[in-house]
């Protein structure tokens, strides 16, 4: 129990210590992966659904906890294929502020409903994300560095989630991760309405 | 102790600075500059990463002959790259890394005797893709000697780190990687498939149609690289 939390202390307070990488300022293979892993990074609503979806799946417990964080990735890929591919996808923007809020809503819930309808909640949301991603690909200087450096910030954006999320262990722990989702869920309607 | 050295572990990660690639290279040598060319090849890198963590979790019994077909193809393909007039293989390579990394997603069942041969296709086409440019005479076959060797390193030590990886959670990890590669490829392939329409009204242009424009997350575009397209172009191919 202590390790865990001495484990899940060290990587939140890294995370949240890493400087911020100089993006756009090299070229080829490193600017390709530095652009593609800040491009998640930067954007908030990209950030706290993500997030999101790391503490629903150590909310949820094994085997959630890493299937959902795998489900994710790989839909997302479904839909930034969908947007290198031109295919248009309608109100992406929305649908990534909704991602916020149903999935923070779900954590603020404590919801548990079977694990293929969790996957599936955030499999329809991941092609949001990935569509956004997907539309800027194409401009990248290095596409297959860019996809490298978007795909692993928002592998390490899921592993914060659950790192937060892995204090449902105490009590106290479970609160603050419910008044977390229900953070997330309040920034997403803000996005949502444009107040964000 | 262990999460003191996970916490230096991440500690180094997170505070490490970006890579100087090509200064690097440029310092090493022939020979090293071939060792570490398959690091610095996105494509190969990501077929090593997907070759490595499919041989690892498979265990030590699929390893020993895999590991070396994997250095027979990479052989026959430095003596094809030598040679000369040996096609791109990065489409290839992704299309490969994509289908091993849902393998190991999947953590499916394989015969022993698939994974020799993917081994094998995996070091031909690396071998084949490791030309070295600008590099000619000796110094070209001792940087191909360089790359036929760092691949083989390079796929051994990541096997050997898998391999190692025996806790619950480590093979979670691995698992988790596998996906990492397959959304990689599929990205870079669905890119690859779009690319015939899409890349010479990109590339035709030295400006940016959207310079001034910003992203869906508020961030700046990335301003295109106007003197190096060698990388996006080998990916078109």
New interface residues.
């Given amino acids: 129990m202590k390790?865990t939390a001495?484990?899940s202390l060290?990587?939140l307070v890294?995370?949240i210590?890493?400087?911020a990488?100089?993006?756009?300022t090299?070229?080829?293979?490193?600017?390709?992966f530095?652009?593609g892993f800040?491009?998640?990074i930067?954007?908030w609503?990209?950030v706290i659904a993500m997030v999101a979806v790391g503490m629903w799946g150590a909310f949820l417990g094994r085997p959630a906890i890493?299937i959902l964080?795998?489900v994710f990735?790989?839909v997302?890929?479904?839909g930034?294929?969908l947007g290198?591919?031109?295919v248009p996808l309608p109100a992406?923007?929305t649908g990534?502020a909704m991602s916020a809020i149903v999935l923070g809503a779900m954590v603020a819930l404590a919801a548990r409903p079977p694990l293929w309808v969790a996957a599936v909640i955030v499999g329809t949301f991941a092609i949001f994300h990935g569509h956004?991603h997907?539309?800027?690909?194409?401009?990248?200087?290095?596409?297959?560095?860019y996809?490298?450096g978007f795909?692993?910030a928002t592998?390490l954006l899921h592993l914060g989630g659950i790192a937060f999320g892995l204090v449902v262990k105490w009590p106290a722990g479970k609160v603050a991760v419910r008044v977390g989702g229900a953070a997330i869920a309040t920034a997403g309607v803000a996005f949502l309405t444009g107040v964000a | 102790m262990?999460?003191a050295q996970?916490?230096a572990a991440?500690?180094l990660a997170?505070?490490s600075q970006?890579?100087a690639?090509?200064g690097s290279v440029r310092g090493l040598g022939n020979f090293f500059s071939g060792v570490v060319h398959p690091l610095?090849e996105?494509?190969q890198l990501?077929a090593l990463v997907a070759l490595g963590l499919l041989i690892g979790q498979r265990g030590l019994a699929s390893t020993q002959p895999a590991a070396a077909c994997f250095a027979v193809g990479v052989a026959l393909g430095l003596v094809a790259t030598g040679i000369g007039g040996v096609p791109a293989t990065d489409t290839v390579l992704?299309i490969t890394a994509g289908l091993i990394g849902f393998v190991v997603?999947t953590a499916m069942p394989v015969p022993r005797q698939v994974t020799v041969v993917v081994a094998s296709a995996v070091g031909l086409f690396i071998g084949a893709g490791s030309a070295p440019e600008s590099v000619n005479g000796s110094a070209r076959y001792v940087t191909l000697f360089g790359s036929g060797v760092g691949a083989c390193v390079w796929l051994l030590n990541l096997v050997g780190l898998v391999q190692g990886a025996g806790r619950p959670w480590m093979r979670?990890g691995v698992?988790?990687a596998g996906?990492?590669v397959?959304?990689?490829a599929?990205?870079?392939?669905?890119?690859w498939?779009?690319?015939t329409s899409?890349v010479p009204a990109?590339l035709a242009t030295t400006t940016?149609p959207?310079q001034g424009a910003t992203?869906?997350?508020?961030?700046?575009?990335?301003?295109?690289?106007t003197?190096?397209l060698s990388?996006?172009l080998r990916?078109w191919r």
Avoid: Q, Y
């Fill in positions: 390790r001495r484990l060290t990587i890294l995370s210590a890493c400087g990488a100089s993006a756009h090299a070229n080829g293979a490193i600017g390709g530095t652009a800040m491009h998640p930067l954007g609503d990209h890493w964080p795998v990735p790989l997302m890929a479904v930034g294929a290198v591919a031109g992406v923007e990534i956004a997907g539309a800027e690909l194409p401009e990248a200087a290095d596409p297959l560095a996809s490298l795909v692993f592998g | 262990r999460v996970a916490a991440c500690a997170a505070f970006v890579a690639a090509h610095f996105p494509a990501i992704l997603l979670i698992r988790v996906s990492w397959a959304a990689c599929t990205l870079v392939i669905a890119l498939i779009a690319g899409r990109s940016d959207r992203l869906s997350n508020g961030s700046a575009p990335m301003p295109k690289d003197t190096d990388v996006p990916v």
